[in-house]
């Protein structure tokens, strides 16, 4: 069963992150996100913040899809503990 998507190419990246600060983590480590904590976070969408990164619609897309299955999969995590 396919979950709703918490996270689109549209949320500000500070949104994103108030939300789901352990992303943050990722988002520097996995995308080069070393602007996570700069004021523009709080105004830029996570597709401006990628397409500022060098990143492409398609891997926007991935990427996306990569951060809604990390939170589906700590979701899981909670349910088995």
Known sequence: MKTKQKIDKSMLI?????KYPKLARVLVEDYNFH??????????????GAQV???RTKE?????MTLNQLLDDEALEKKKK
């Open 53 to 55: 990164h060098g990143y």
């Open 60 to 64: 926007i897309t991935k990427m996306v």
């Open 14 to 18: 500070g949104e994103l992150l108030e």
């Open 35 to 48: 602007c996570v904590g700069c004021m523009a976070a709080g105004e830029e969408t996570l597709e401006q």
